[in-house]
């Protein structure tokens, strides 16, 4: 009687040939092993570091109040301009008996000084002036700073000497406190100056300590400096009003204490001009202000890891072929089918996660690269900020390496079935993996469908986010099935263009070869053309679509920028300084002989509970003059742009307009100190510089809503026979704190920033072709390597190594070929989709079709022609067979 | 004469001419304006109320200072401890127009706010610094003090009864009504009370020595309505120490019999009693008899050191001296209700000892008392670095 024989178990078995065959295979090709480990890495670092980048960006929008107070609960701002400080008499009264600590707040932006006379606008450094009250500060601050005390630096010793700083400070109208990096990195101490532009000034501030650190706050960020409140009020020309004010709730002990209770406290003291947040949803509007540029970068940023997709999908079917012999023989021996199955996608498991670590290894240090690209970016375009490093966040790599894992298990999937499920006798007798076979005859059609599918994709609405966001969900589907049914379409293209060639091949073996292998293509032949496809047309409908970008905003500025010199505060070095041009100032220029006709602009943000927008005060009708608007709903009658009958009118931009969902007749109601007021809407034009909607109305009347006499921009028409630069130099001699712009500067940065903008977009397209290519190499080397057979015999008959290296060249280039064209064809495609479908529903921009045909052709040729280099050199690798190497 | 944390801590200005005053003769005449231009107390003055009661923004430093014995209907015994401090930056006379006028920078304040709940034991306290405006006021014209939602006020300026509210944090709270059940005192030789030889030191020194209490204490939800009997300080100058001072010891002891004591010894750096140290006592009338610092004794009873800031205070206090009504010697002991009742002071970084106290004599309580001990953790000649 024999003993029953006790099964191995899964994980025992899967061990076992993990080690004793898998990894006997990757050693034997460290090469390939590495440069598909490398891919995989570059794909999965490139996800990373953006996704890294973007954290950091929105990290930025800091609370800056926290770094010297302690965690608030609550902010109350206004929803549109600031805080009278009267409104501080309300809410005590509201929080009576509460012991809710109180804390006003007043925050400035302000800018290093100019070093050049003429400088691009954003290259300046800035600095977030924060005003708070030093004295009611020491109640939070007292026992919990942990490295020094706010007053008596820097000898605390001293007690006559302290006693004097306390009041010196307290008295002072120019003493701040900076973070200690910032004395650093300026080489300054305490007692020595700073100099920040401000408004139209250029401040001298003296340094009268560095903000202590508290045990339970990070060290406050490097350019934030700290000063009294009134002194920041008066600096920044807000006396006698608040950017916020935070409060910091006791705990919840009892019913009187609840936070809940407390908000409702809050809300009713704040009513319906202002605005109360968590600090969460604070933070959240500045995500929410983001989102579509940040989901935007970081779907591009998966261009490396779809293309990479293919290649590992390839590369473990290569294997598969490769190993059937040993498979056949484990079969054989009687190795279970799900032993050999797991074992596969052990190996595909392992794989994602060697990758994922290499690549959040990679990602981590692109991410010092891309957050600079997109720091700047939101700076341009949203809000301040200085980001300068992005920290390693654990949740964000595992996020990064489960995608790792989870593109190589998918990809790994089918080749791990193949090689359990194919009896033993099919592997040994068969050449060709599953790809490497002919694929079936139903493949165009199925390509086809997936076309059919993502165009009705297009046409489906996006989905709707909170405060008027949108996701064009499905736009990014369509554009994921067009790019895959296009690659599936042109893999079956392959034979044809292999036929077309025909003739031209007779000529010579090498071609004649190089191109057999078209003629009758493999599934491998055609997962190439796929991934070079894929690559190559979301690079080319990315250009299609900033070229569209870029003529639209062109023509904008050019019928927008009409004036001769437009002026702004030296500080407004982002998109949400909040410096102004005082009213004395911008009169006194107004005035001067040189100026025939001038526009104020007084640009407000306002927050409403649908979503932020601008508010604009200017003379509307300054633009109906000089014909600055592009109209996409024109008004029906002049009367908007008279000022002393358009106090009840606005007008909108087209992304205002898709937004909110509002048009032509409908109504805008805009919080002001004063009370809502109530806007018809007379038109909506085109404007290129916002995203978030902008409402127009007449600077008469949101100068009196707003209590306000200065203005953020200026436009100035000079006349005839005054020449502008000479009046720049002279304005810009008379008042230095003020930048004046000549039309000429002006639209050449508005250009440089837009181009800015799209720099790390041309980052990833790139990294993505790059990726493709790649790939291309990785697959020409597996079909030599399964042509073992054939380059024999061909080396038998006499050809060189340079004649089969040029074979190789030749097929590797007609697959560029066939993908550079098919990608280029489905670019223009993918392009109008990224203009008409996905731009529209993002970011509700209707924009001009341009087409790059320079670019876009080169495109093409630089991929064929590195595809032909990179195949020639596989080739010249894969004619290097055994026999010649013991020759 | 109380808490002069502020005072010492804020106030350290050179004089200018001397003489101009008329003083008492063993001390320097007092000068009318201290170096930083602050007005100096002088004596003589004819006080006018309820403007007295009211801020007096020409001198440098003031406070109210309520300190009392409240006890509930079930036997609960409570103390508490009531102060508000006013500093001012620069004389009025000198003040630039305020940036803004909630947040002027003229006159700071500090509220100082303790209770002790004797039968559990539990002494909690609270301290907050602001600077006048918006959050905190001190009135001029009639007695209104305001820190946050705590605040002291005269209600009834004929009655003269007083109405305090404060809140320790969301530990506790405290409201009472209050009434004088005897009428103000001036203390000091007419009217001015010396802290030293120094031509500055002396104040303007108002008190109720008793005043009664009804209201109610709210800890942890839970409300108990509290009788008792208050003491209250108004003080008023421009610089009190001299820099040869180490610190003070003051008890304010309302005795079973109706009368009451105030006392204050001045420590010498030397270990030496200062010459301007001062015992009085009001009898049941309102009549004060002074007695100076060669007829009473300040004698440390036992020892106490704080677990918070390591200060050895000499607790019970002793003090002698002879009761003007019999011409007896009389020995008092301060009995603490509790030893562990030091304020830390984070914000001026200067910790004190202010707490209830059982006054026995010959072994029997013959009145509550509270008593202040300042200058024990370390020289109060230290800057306010909070």
Same mark, same amino acid.
């Given at each position: 009687?024999?003993?029953?024989?006790?099964?191995?178990?899964?994980?025992?078995?899967?061990?076992?040939?993990?080690?004793?065959?898998?990894?006997?295979?990757?050693?034997?090709?460290?090469?390939?092993?590495?440069?598909?480990?490398?891919?995989?890495?570059?794909?999965?670092?490139?996800?990373?570091?953006?996704?890294?980048?973007?954290?950091?960006?929105?990290?930025?929008?800091?609370?800056?109040?926290?770094?010297?107070?302690?965690?608030?609960?609550?902010?109350?701002?206004?929803?549109?301009?600031?805080?009278?400080?009267?409104?501080?008499?309300?809410?005590?009264?509201?929080?009576?008996?509460?012991?809710?600590?109180?804390?006003?707040?007043?925050?400035?932006?302000?800018?290093?000084?100019?070093?050049?006379?003429?400088?691009?606008?954003?290259?300046?450094?800035?600095?977030?002036?924060?005003?708070?009250?030093?004295?009611?500060?020491?109640?939070?601050?007292?026992?919990?700073?942990?490295?020094?005390?706010?007053?008596?630096?820097?000898?605390?010793?001293?007690?006559?000497?302290?006693?004097?700083?306390?009041?010196?400070?307290?008295?002072?109208?120019?003493?701040?406190?900076?973070?200690?990096?910032?004395?650093?990195?300026?080489?300054?101490?305490?007692?020595?100056?700073?100099?920040?532009?401000?408004?139209?000034?250029?401040?001298?501030?003296?340094?009268?300590?560095?903000?202590?650190?508290?045990?339970?706050?990070?060290?406050?960020?490097?350019?934030?400096?700290?000063? &009294?409140?009134?002194?920041?009020?008066?600096?920044?020309?807000?006396?006698?009003?608040?950017?916020?004010?935070?409060?910091?709730?006791?705990?919840?002990?009892?019913?009187?204490?609840?936070?809940?209770?407390?908000?409702?406290?809050?809300?009713?003291?704040?009513?319906?001009?202002?605005?109360?947040?968590?600090?969460?949803?604070?933070?959240?509007?500045?995500?929410?202000?983001?989102?579509?540029?940040?989901?935007?970068?970081?779907?591009?940023?998966?261009?490396?890891?779809?293309?990479?997709?293919?290649?590992?999908?390839?590369?473990?079917?290569?294997?598969?072929?490769?190993?059937?012999?040993?498979?056949?023989?484990?079969?054989?021996?009687?190795?279970?089918?799900?032993?050999?199955?797991?074992?596969?996608?052990?190996?595909?498991?392992?794989?994602?996660?060697?990758?994922?670590?290499?690549?959040?290894?990679?990602?981590?240090?692109?991410?010092?690269?891309?957050?600079?690209?997109?720091?700047?970016?939101?700076?341009?375009?949203?809000?301040?900020?200085?980001?300068?490093?992005?920290?390693? &966040?654990?949740?964000?790599?595992?996020?990064?390496?489960?995608?790792?894992?989870?593109?190589?298990?998918?990809?790994?999937?089918?080749?791990?079935?193949?090689?359990?499920?194919?009896?033993?006798?099919?592997?040994?007798?068969?050449?060709?993996?599953?790809?490497?076979?002919?694929?079936?005859?139903?493949?165009?059609?199925?390509?086809?469908?997936?076309?059919?599918?993502?165009?009705?994709?297009?046409?489906?609405?996006?989905?709707?986010?909170?405060?008027?966001?949108?996701?064009?969900?499905?736009?990014?589907?369509?554009?994921?099935?067009?790019?895959?049914?296009?690659?599936?379409?042109?893999?079956?293209?392959?034979?044809?263009?292999?036929?077309?060639?025909?003739?031209?091949?007779?000529?010579?073996?090498?071609?004649?070869?190089?191109?057999?292998?078209?003629?009758?293509?493999?599934?491998?032949?055609?997962?190439?053309?796929?991934?070079?496809?894929?690559?190559?047309?979301?690079?080319?409908?990315?250009?299609?679509?900033?070229?569209?970008?870029?003529?639209?905003?062109?023509?904008?500025?050019? @019928?927008?920028?009409?004036?001769?010199?437009?002026?702004?505060?030296?500080?407004?070095?982002?998109?949400?300084?909040?410096? @102004?041009?005082?009213?004395?100032?911008?009169?006194?220029?107004?005035?001067?002989?040189?100026?025939?006709?001038? &526009?104020?602009?007084?640009?407000?943000?306002?927050?409403?509970?649908?979503?932020?927008?601008?508010?604009?005060?200017?003379?509307?009708?300054?633009?109906?003059? @000089?014909?600055?608007?592009?109209?996409?709903?024109?008004?029906?009658?002049?009367?908007?742009?008279?000022?002393?009958?358009?106090?009840?009118?606005?007008?909108?931009?087209?992304?205002?307009?898709?937004?909110?969902?509002?048009?032509?007749?409908?109504?805008?109601?805009?919080?002001?100190?004063?009370?809502?007021?109530?806007?018809?809407?007379?038109?909506?034009?085109?404007?290129?510089?916002?995203?978030?909607?902008?409402?127009?109305?007449?600077?008469?009347?949101?100068?009196?809503?707003?209590?306000?006499?200065?203005?953020?921009?200026?436009?100035?028409?000079?006349?005839?026979?005054?020449?502008? &630069?000479?009046?720049?130099?002279?304005?810009?001699?008379?008042?230095?704190?003020?930048?004046?712009?000549?039309?000429?500067?002006?639209?050449?940065?508005?250009?440089?920033?837009?181009?800015?903008?799209?720099?790390?977009?041309?980052?990833?397209?790139?990294?993505?072709?790059?990726?493709?290519?790649?790939?291309?190499?990785?697959?020409?080397?597996?079909?030599?390597?399964?042509?073992?057979?054939?380059?024999?015999?061909?080396?038998?008959?006499?050809?060189? @190594?340079?004649?089969?290296?040029?074979?190789?060249?030749?097929?590797?280039?007609?697959?560029?070929?066939?993908?550079?064209?098919?990608?280029?064809?489905?670019?223009?495609?993918?392009?109008?989709?990224?203009?008409?479908?996905?731009?529209?529903?993002?970011?509700?921009?209707?924009?001009?079709?341009?087409?790059?045909?320079?670019?876009?052709?080169?495109?093409?040729?630089?991929?064929?022609?590195?595809?032909?280099?990179?195949?020639?050199?596989?080739?010249?690798?894969?004619?290097?067979?055994?026999?010649?190497?013991?020759? | 004469?109380?808490?002069?944390?502020?005072?010492?801590?804020?106030?350290?200005?050179?004089?200018?001419?001397?003489?101009?005053?008329?003083?008492?003769?063993?001390?320097?005449?007092?000068?009318?304006?201290?170096?930083?231009?602050?007005?100096? #107390?002088?004596?003589?003055?004819?006080?006018?109320?309820?403007?007295?009661?009211?801020?007096?923004?020409?001198?440098?430093?003031?406070?109210?200072?309520? !300190?009392? +014995?409240?006890?509930?209907?079930?036997?609960?015994?409570?103390?508490?401890?009531?102060?508000?401090?006013?500093?001012?930056?620069?004389?009025?006379?000198?003040?630039?127009?305020?940036?803004?006028?909630?947040?002027?920078?003229?006159?700071? +304040?500090?509220?100082?706010?303790?209770?002790?709940?004797?039968?559990? =034991?539990?002494?909690? +306290?609270?301290?907050?610094?602001?600077?006048?405006?918006?959050?905190?006021?001190?009135?001029?014209?009639?007695?209104?003090?305001?820190? =946050?939602?705590?605040?002291?006020?005269?209600?009834?300026?004929?009655?003269? !009864?007083?109405?305090?509210?404060?809140?320790?944090?969301?530990?506790?709270?405290?409201?009472?009504? $209050?009434?004088?059940?005897?009428?103000?005192?001036?203390?000091?030789?007419? =009217?001015?009370?010396?802290?030293?030889?120094?031509?500055?030191?002396?104040?303007?020194?108002? !008190?109720? #020595?008793?005043?009664?209490?009804?209201?109610?204490?709210?800890?942890?939800?839970?409300?108990?309505?509290?009788?008792?009997?208050?003491?209250?300080?108004?003080?008023?100058?421009?610089?009190?120490? !001299?820099?040869?001072?180490?610190?003070?010891?003051?008890?304010?002891?309302?005795?079973?019999?109706?009368?009451?004591?105030?006392?204050?010894?001045?420590?010498?750096?030397?270990?030496?009693?200062?010459?301007?140290?001062?015992?009085?006592?009001?009898?049941?009338?309102?009549?004060?008899?002074?007695?100076?610092?060669?007829?009473?004794?300040?004698?440390?009873?036992?020892?106490?050191?704080?677990?918070?800031?390591?200060?050895?205070?000499?607790?019970?206090?002793?003090?002698?001296?002879?009761?003007?009504?019999?011409?007896?010697?009389?020995?008092?002991? $301060?009995?603490?209700? $509790?030893?562990?009742?030091?304020?830390?002071?984070?914000?001026?970084?200067?910790?004190?000892?202010?707490?209830?106290?059982?006054?026995?004599?010959?072994?029997?309580?013959?009145?509550?008392?509270?008593?202040?001990?300042?200058?024990?953790?370390?020289?109060?000649?230290?800057?306010?670095?909070?």
């Amino acid at each position: 009687m024999t003993k029953a024989r006790k099964e191995p178990s899964l994980a025992h078995m899967v061990a076992m040939l993990l080690t004793q065959f898998t990894w006997r295979h990757w050693r034997q090709h460290p090469i390939r092993a590495l440069l598909l480990l490398g891919l995989l890495s570059l794909g999965v670092g490139v996800f990373f570091s953006i996704r890294l980048a973007n954290r950091a960006a929105v990290a930025s929008f800091n609370n800056f109040a926290e770094a010297v107070t302690q965690q608030t609960d609550a902010v109350l701002s206004a929803r549109a301009g600031t805080l009278p400080e009267s409104i501080l008499d309300v809410v005590q009264a509201e929080l009576e008996g509460t012991g809710v600590e109180i804390i006003p707040v007043v925050e400035a932006l302000g800018a290093t000084p100019r070093t050049r006379e003429t400088e691009s606008i954003g290259s300046r450094g800035f600095y977030t002036v924060l005003g708070v009250d030093l004295v009611a500060l020491q109640n939070y601050a007292a026992a919990k700073n942990k490295d020094r005390s706010w007053f008596g630096q820097p000898s605390p010793e001293a007690a006559s000497k302290d006693v004097g700083e306390f009041w010196k400070v307290l008295n002072s109208e120019d003493a701040v406190f900076c973070a200690e990096p910032l004395t650093t990195r300026l080489a300054v101490g305490i007692g020595a100056t700073i100099e920040v532009q401000m408004n139209d000034r250029l401040l001298v501030l003296q340094i009268a300590g560095i903000i202590p650190r508290r045990d339970d706050q990070p060290a406050p960020p490097d350019n934030l400096l700290v000063a &009294d409140l009134p002194v920041v009020q008066k600096l920044s020309g807000k006396i006698g009003q608040l950017d916020r004010i935070e409060f910091i709730f006791p705990p919840e002990t009892s019913q009187s204490t609840s936070h809940s209770l407390l908000l409702a406290k809050l809300n009713r003291a704040a009513g319906e001009s202002n605005l109360v947040r968590t600090p969460e949803s604070r933070r959240n509007a500045a995500e929410v202000m983001t989102r579509g540029f940040r989901l935007n970068l970081t779907i591009l940023s998966l261009i490396a890891l779809l293309v990479g997709l293919y290649l590992i999908f390839q590369t473990l079917d290569a294997a598969v072929v490769r190993r059937r012999s040993e498979i056949a023989i484990l079969r054989a021996l009687g190795v279970a089918e799900k032993h050999v199955e797991w074992a596969w996608h052990a190996e595909a498991l392992l794989l994602g996660v060697v990758g994922g670590v290499f690549g959040v290894c990679l990602g981590w240090g692109l991410a010092q690269g891309s957050v600079r690209l997109v720091s700047r970016t939101v700076n341009a375009l949203y809000y301040a900020n200085n980001v300068a490093a992005a920290r390693l &966040d654990a949740g964000e790599a595992a996020v990064a390496i489960l995608l790792a894992v989870v593109v190589s298990l998918f990809a790994g999937w089918i080749p791990a079935r193949q090689a359990a499920s194919t009896p033993p006798a099919q592997l040994l007798a068969s050449g060709t993996g599953l790809i490497g076979k002919r694929w079936p005859v139903w493949e165009p059609v199925a390509g086809l469908l997936l076309l059919a599918a993502a165009f009705f994709l297009a046409l489906t609405p996006p989905i709707q986010l909170s405060q008027g966001g949108r996701f064009p969900l499905a736009g990014y589907f369509a554009a994921l099935l067009g790019v895959i049914g296009a690659g599936v379409v042109a893999g079956s293209g392959l034979g044809i263009l292999g036929r077309l060639l025909a003739p031209l091949s007779e000529r010579s073996a090498v071609l004649e070869l190089g191109s057999s292998h078209v003629k009758n293509p493999t599934g491998r032949h055609r997962w190439a053309v796929a991934g070079l496809l894929c690559a190559v047309a979301m690079t080319g409908g990315m250009s299609i679509l900033v070229s569209s970008f870029e003529k639209s905003v062109i023509q904008w500025i050019q @019928h927008t920028l009409q004036s001769d010199l437009y002026l702004t505060s030296d500080a407004n070095q982002a998109a949400t300084s909040n410096n @102004h041009v005082p009213s004395a100032t911008w009169r006194a220029i107004c005035s001067k002989p040189e100026v025939a006709d001038a &526009d104020t602009a007084l640009i407000i943000p306002v927050t409403m509970n649908t979503g932020n927008l601008r508010l604009v005060g200017a003379n509307l009708g300054f633009s109906q003059r @000089h014909d600055q608007f592009t109209w996409v709903q024109p008004p029906d009658s002049a009367l908007v742009f008279d000022n002393e009958k358009n106090q009840s009118l606005c007008v909108v931009s087209e992304t205002y307009s898709n937004r909110f969902r509002v048009a032509k007749g409908g109504r805008v109601s805009i919080p002001t100190p004063n009370g809502m007021v109530s806007l018809e809407i007379a038109g909506v034009y085109t404007d290129y510089g916002d995203e978030q909607g902008v409402v127009f109305a007449d600077a008469a009347h949101v100068s009196r809503w707003f209590n306000r006499d200065d203005v953020t921009t200026l436009a100035l028409v000079l006349n005839p026979g005054f020449n502008a &630069d000479a009046f720049r130099d002279s304005l810009r001699r008379e008042y230095p704190g003020v930048a004046v712009f000549t039309n000429m500067h002006l639209r050449g940065e508005v250009i440089r920033i837009f181009r800015q903008t799209f720099a790390i977009t041309y980052a990833l397209e790139g990294i993505g072709v790059v990726v493709a290519l790649a790939g291309l190499g990785v697959t020409l080397a597996s079909i030599l390597a399964e042509r073992r057979a054939e380059l024999t015999t061909l080396r038998a008959l006499g050809m060189t @190594h340079n004649e089969i290296a040029s074979t190789a060249a030749w097929e590797g280039g007609l697959l560029a070929v066939c993908g550079s064209v098919g990608g280029l064809l489905a670019s223009l495609a993918l392009g109008m989709l990224l203009i008409k479908v996905i731009n529209k529903q993002t970011f509700g921009w209707t924009l001009q079709s341009a087409f790059p045909w320079r670019y876009l052709a080169s495109l093409g040729l630089a991929v064929i022609a590195c595809g032909g280099a990179v195949a020639w050199t596989v080739g010249r690798w894969g004619s290097a067979l055994p026999a010649d190497q013991e020759a | 004469m109380r808490t002069f944390l502020l005072t010492l801590a804020l106030t350290f200005c050179f004089l200018k001419s001397p003489n101009q005053a008329e003083a008492a003769p063993a001390f320097t005449p007092l000068a009318l304006f201290t170096e930083d231009g602050f007005k100096v #107390p002088q004596p003589g003055n004819t006080f006018a109320f309820p403007k007295d009661h009211g801020s007096h923004p020409a001198f440098k430093v003031e406070w109210w200072y309520f !300190t009392g +014995h409240l006890w509930g209907p079930k036997n609960e015994r409570y103390g508490f401890q009531f102060t508000f401090f006013r500093r001012a930056g620069t004389p009025v006379s000198d003040s630039k127009e305020p940036i803004s006028e909630r947040f002027q920078t003229r006159e700071i +304040h500090l509220l100082h706010l303790a209770l002790l709940d004797v039968n559990s =034991g539990k002494f909690i +306290h609270s301290e907050r610094m602001a600077r006048a405006g918006w959050e905190t006021e001190s009135r001029v014209g009639n007695f209104y003090v305001r820190f =946050g939602d705590t605040r002291a006020q005269m209600d009834d300026t004929d009655a003269q !009864t007083i109405s305090l509210s404060a809140r320790i944090r969301n530990e506790a709270s405290f409201n009472l009504k $209050l009434r004088p059940k005897k009428p103000l005192v001036i203390f000091g030789e007419n =009217g001015i009370s010396r802290k030293g030889d120094s031509p500055t030191a002396a104040s303007w020194y108002l !008190t109720y #020595p008793r005043l009664e209490a009804a209201g109610t204490i709210v800890q942890g939800g839970v409300e108990t309505p509290v009788k008792g009997q208050v003491w209250m300080d108004h003080e008023i100058s421009s610089s009190q120490l !001299t820099p040869d001072q180490s610190g003070w010891d003051w008890a304010g002891i309302q005795l079973d019999d109706g009368r009451e004591i105030m006392s204050y010894r001045l420590r010498r750096k030397d270990g030496t009693t200062d010459p301007a140290s001062s015992l009085v006592w009001v009898e049941k009338s309102g009549e004060l008899t002074h007695k100076n610092a060669k007829e009473f004794q300040w004698e440390q009873g036992g020892k106490w050191k704080s677990p918070h800031s390591g200060a050895a205070y000499p607790l019970p206090a002793i003090i002698k001296t002879t009761d003007p009504s019999s011409g007896k010697e009389l020995t008092l002991r $301060l009995e603490p209700l $509790l030893l562990d009742q030091e304020l830390k002071s984070q914000l001026t970084g200067i910790p004190y000892w202010e707490g209830a106290c059982q006054v026995i004599q010959d072994g029997k309580p013959v009145g509550s008392a509270y008593l202040e001990l300042t200058g024990y953790a370390g020289s109060l000649q230290r800057a306010l670095s909070p």
